[in-house]
Structure formats: structure tokens, C-alpha cells
């Protein structure tokens, strides 16, 4: 999504909405988008999705399918419309790091999703104060090195970067763990989550199936670190059709030869499995070299020399421990207010002289992702 546009008014509905009494519960929300009236529930009830959609026409209730990761204890929250096609959701009582959030009824990843699902879709993405790092997709042929170079940006930034954990119906390896190296899955459970559009992407790797679900780049954007995702080329190459944006980089053997040897030495195929991976690697260093998929190729010939480049990629250096970016300080939300409009700016109004501000007009990124470049400030008139 580019800059947002001049903003829709809000339609947030009382209880009756073209004559349907909405039975709203305490804590509960309406909004109107066009011919439906969402229904934002205001409970903590794990058992329940938290989002019904009334049909105004037909009087009838929908249950859609939830995508992303919703927040966590959702009581009191104030909402508005924004551009007709995402709900502006701020929780009351709450921290501005983890106050803001956007409901996707109608942006082009929801269009899609329902193409594909057949249902009605909505999705969570968090609204993130200041500009969070893109993501990094690393690709690459089996043995070429990613796990390692990854694996040496986490050990020295640890605080920095954060892991997508796939999903993956191939056999654990020795010394790989359940939910730190992969989630390792049944093939008839993962199939069911890819239908049910848990997943960011997916793809048939060396004759198993592989994904990045939505939640896994949820939790390391939510701990505040930037989200590597080790994926082959079919994976980048989604990632790079969908709306999350990233940086993409591919990581390139010195020879083929080299190739082979790094992965024999490794020792954690059998022979037919590498002959497997020496296959496809040739397809796959074709396609690393598609003009317009990876904005980096790195050769990973001396992995120090390696490391380094990455590295200067990612402009961090030695000295760096901690997150890049300053991060924005912490505002605490009152436990009532309502909110205004003027123009790309939300006004938290509580009644105090002072008052805050939540600036939309640096907006960007959405569901499947965050929704990144938002500032929240203490405006004094
Ligand atoms: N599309 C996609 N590919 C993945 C994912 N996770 C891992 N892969 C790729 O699957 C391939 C095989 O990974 P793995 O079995 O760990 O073997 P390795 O590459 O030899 O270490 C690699 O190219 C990974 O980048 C994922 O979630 N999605
Ligand atoms: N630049 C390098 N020079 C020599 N060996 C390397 C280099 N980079 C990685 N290796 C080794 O090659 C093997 C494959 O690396 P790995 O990180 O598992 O690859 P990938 O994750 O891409 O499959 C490992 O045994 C690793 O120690």
C-alpha cells in the first residue's frame, strides 16, 4: 500500500443497523463497511473468533475466517473506518506499542484470500509506532550456507533478530528441535492450514512441503525484532507477489562443486537426498539470478568475507547490539475516549487540554504483515 489516502468517516453504528437490532454486548463494536455491519467483539473468549459480520440486505450473520494474529485481551477499544476497505481499532487502557491495531475487511490481500478460501475474510495486522525493519527472505541451494550466516546474524544480534519458524512435513534431522528449527507437521494437518489460509506461502521443496505461516512472522515481529525467513526461490517469489514487504537476498555457492562438497561434509542426507538437492539446485540458481526477484546476491565463497557483505547489506556494524531504530516512546492511553478525523490524522479525544494524535500519513506495509510508519504524539494546543 502506498501513502493512504483522504480518509472515509467512520460509520461506527449504535445498536440497530438498517432496522437489525446488532444485540451488541458490553465492550462489542459496529461498524459499517458498504452493505455489511462488522460486529468487533470485545471479550477475551478464546472460543470465539471475535468478529461477525451482519448482511444489511439479508439480515444475516456470518462467522468469516480470521486471519493474523489478533491481540490479545481486547476490552474497551474505540474504532473508525478507513478508506472503506480497514477498521481502525485503538484499545482503551492501553500502551501505544500495542494499542493500535487494523482489521482488513476489503484490501487486496482479503480479496484475494477470499478468492481462495470461498468464505468471508477479515484479518488482524498490528499497527506499529515508527518504522519496523522489513523482513529478510534469504534463498538459496541446499548446503550453499543460509542456516549458517543466519545462524551468525542471531548469535551477534540476538536481540535484533528473530527466526520464522516453517512448517515442514520433512523428517527432523538429529539435532534440529520442534519449533526452533521447524515446526515439523503431518502432511494431511499442514494441507488442511494451507486451505484454511494460515500460511504466508508454501511450496513443494525436494519432495516436501514446506511454509511460512502468518503467525510466524507475527511472533518475531512481536518481540520487537526483525523477521528472517529462510525460504527456497517458490517462496520468495510469493512473498514477493503478496503485500508484505522485504528484503530479498540470495545466497550463491562459488561453484557447483563447492556446492557438492559443503553438503556431503555436512552429513545430514542420505546419498539420494543429495542427489535430490544437486538437482534442484541447478533450477534454483536459474532462478536466483531472475532479474526482479532478489534485490542481493551474495557469494558465499570465504564466510567471514560473507558475513561481512551481509551484513554491510543490512547496515549494521560491529559496534551494533541493539535494535536499530530509536525506539519511540512509550504513551499510555487513557481508559475512555472516542476518536476524530482531520485529514490522515486520528484524534484521541479524553477530555484533557492536551491531546493525542495518531498520524496515519506515513502509513504502509498491511496484512499479511504490520502496518508500519504510524506516530502517536502528546499535542498540546
Ligand atoms: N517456500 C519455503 N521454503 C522453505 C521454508 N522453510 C525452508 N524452506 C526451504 O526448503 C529448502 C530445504 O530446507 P531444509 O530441508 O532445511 O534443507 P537445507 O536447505 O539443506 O538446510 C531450503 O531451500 C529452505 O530455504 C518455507 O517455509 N517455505
Ligand atoms: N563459506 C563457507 N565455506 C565452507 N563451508 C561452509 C561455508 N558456509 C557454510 N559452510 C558449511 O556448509 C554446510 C552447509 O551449510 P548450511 O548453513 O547448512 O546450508 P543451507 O542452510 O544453505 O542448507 C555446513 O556444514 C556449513 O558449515
Redesign the pocket.
Known amino acids: 500500500m502506498g501513502k493512504a489516502a483522504a480518509f472515509f468517516v467512520a460509520d461506527v453504528e449504535r445498536s440497530f443497523s438498517n432496522g437489525f437490532d446488532l444485540k451488541l454486548k458490553d465492550f462489542e463494536t459496529a461498524v459499517a463497511v458498504g452493505s455489511k455491519t462488522y460486529v468487533i467483539c470485545g471479550t477475551d473468549d478464546p472460543t470465539s473468533s471475535g468478529i461477525r459480520i451482519l448482511n444489511k440486505l439479508t439480515g444475516e450473520w456470518v462467522i468469516p475466517t480470521v486471519l493474523g494474529t489478533k491481540p490479545e485481551s481486547f476490552k474497551g477499544h474505540s474504532c473508525v473506518l478507513l478508506n472503506k476497505d480497514r477498521i481502525l481499532i485503538i484499545k482503551h487502557n492501553s500502551k501505544s506499542n500495542e494499542s493500535v491495531w487494523f482489521l482488513e475487511v476489503d484490501t487486496q490481500f482479503i480479496r484475494d484470500q477470499k478468492k481462495k478460501l470461498g468464505t468471508e475474510v477479515v484479518s488482524w495486522s498490528k499497527g506499529v509506532i515508527g518504522n519496523a525493519e522489513l523482513p529478510l527472505v534469504i534463498s538459496?541451494?541446499?548446503?550453499?550456507?543460509?542456516?549458517?550466516?543466519?545462524?551468525m546474524l542471531m548469535k551477534e544480534f540476538p536481540s535484533m533478530f528473530g527466526f520464522s519458524v516453517s512448517h515442514t512435513t520433512r523428517a527432523p534431522r538429529e539435532k534440529e528441535q520442534n519449533g526452533v528449527h521447524y515446526h515439523f507437521i503431518n502432511r494431511d494437518v499442514m494441507e488442511e492450514d494451507i486451505r484454511s489460509g494460515k500460511f504466508l506461502e508454501f511450496a513443494a521443496v525436494h519432495g516436501n512441503l514446506y511454509g511460512t505461516s502468518i503467525e510466524a512472522v507475527d511472533v518475531v515481529a512481536d518481540a520487537g525484532k526483525r523477521c528472517i525467513l529462510?525460504i527456497d526461490v517458490q517462496g520468495a517469489r510469493s512473498v514477493r507477489a503478496s503485500s508484505l514487504e522485504a528484503i530479498f537476498i540470495f545466497?550463491h555457492p562459488?561453484s557447483f562443486e563447492?556446492l557438492e562438497k559443503?553438503?556431503r561434509?555436512?552429513?545430514?542426507e542420505t546419498e539420494e537426498q543429495i542427489h535430490k538437492r544437486l538437482r534442484n539446485a541447478k533450477a534454483e540458481l536459474e532462478q536466483g539470478n531472475s532479474p526482479g526477484l532478489f534485490d542481493h546476491i551474495l557469494v558465499?565463497?570465504?564466510?567471514e568475507a560473507?558475513y561481512k557483505q551481509l551484513k554491510n547489506i543490512l547496515g549494521i556494524s560491529e559496534s551494533m547490539n541493539t535494535v536499530p531504530t530509536t525506539p519511540s516512546k512509550v504513551l499510555d492511553l487513557p481508559v475512555d475516549f472516542s476518536l476524530s478525523q482531520i485529514n490522515e490524522k486520528i484524534l484521541i479525544n479524553h477530555g484533557a487540554a492536551e491531546q493525542m494524535v495518531l498520524d496515519l500519513s506515513l502509513m504502509k506495509g498491511g496484512a499479511p504483515g504490520r502496518t508500519r510508519g504510524l506516530d502517536m504524539y502528546v499535542f498540546d494546543p
Open positions: 538459496g541451494p541446499s548446503g550453499v550456507g543460509k542456516g549458517t550466516l543466519i545462524n529462510d545466497v562459488p563447492e559443503r553438503l561434509a555436512r552429513g545430514t558465499n565463497n570465504d564466510l560473507c
